[in-house]
């Protein structure tokens, strides 16, 4: 038996980002390998601990100018300001998701009368602390009541429910004893 030596060409590929979550930057190389240049790069790509979070709430037009930076702010846009303690932007995230599949996305949009919020990103338990404040902080001002958002681990299939109610939020723990599945309604038919 012959046996053959090759001998691959050492090659030097810029990383390019192609996800964040909270402050750390997710990087992959060109040629779609993992960089492990990066501080916590390569690790993050394989940790086990990312959530899911989902905020869907409305909020009043008539927000005061900070309220409005400080959430354009923690969305990653121009003219975003904060000085309440925060170390980077919560939920400044594009792009696919790393490990919750889909999108990350953050908008704020106003129709006049009211501002929309939608955010869905990708969190670490280590940035539950500020996300909590964050959360709190949108209660007091929504003015949705009920559910605005959840928040799931990446690997359960059910999350816990955010609901806002009397200018705060809180969370329900939903708790699956039997599913019931069907092979023929993803989405029930209301007419059936």
Same mark, same amino acid.
């Given at each position: 038996m012959t046996t053959h030596r090759v001998q691959r060409a050492e090659t030097h590929v810029e990383p390019t980002c192609i996800g964040r979550v909270g402050? &750390?930057?997710?990087?992959?190389?060109?040629?779609?390998?993992? $960089? $492990?240049?990066?501080?916590? %790069?390569?690790?993050?790509? @394989?940790m086990a601990d990312i959530y899911e979070l989902q905020l869907n709430l409305d909020l009043p037009g008539a927000l005061p100018p900070q309220d409005l930076a400080l959430l354009r702010w923690h969305l990653g846009e121009e003219g975003g300001r904060q000085d309440d303690g925060y170390a980077y932007p919560l939920w400044g995230g594009r792009?696919?998701?790393? &490990? @919750? /599949?889909?999108?990350?996305v953050g908008e704020l949009c106003s129709d006049g009368p009211q501002w929309a919020l %939608?955010?869905?990103?990708?969190?670490?338990? $280590?940035? +539950? $602390?500020?996300? &909590?404040?964050?959360?709190m902080w949108l209660g007091a001002r929504t003015t949705t009541v009920g559910t605005?958002?959840?928040? &799931? +681990?990446?690997?359960?299939?059910?999350p816990d429910v955010l609901v806002a109610e009397a /200018? %705060?939020?809180?969370? %329900?723990v939903l708790r699956v004893e039997k599913v019931l599945e069907s092979a023929t309604e993803?989405?029930?038919?209301?007419?059936?």
């Open positions: 402050s &750390r930057e997710v990087k992959r190389a060109a040629a779609g390998g993992l $960089d $492990d240049t990066g501080a916590g %790069t390569r690790s993050l790509l @394989i792009g696919p998701a790393m &490990r @919750i /599949g889909g999108a990350l %939608t955010v869905r990103q990708e969190t670490h338990p $280590d940035e +539950f $602390d500020d996300l &909590r404040r964050m959360v605005v958002g959840y928040l &799931r +681990f990446y690997e359960s299939h059910v /200018g %705060t939020v809180r969370s %329900t993803v989405i029930p038919d209301p007419y059936a």
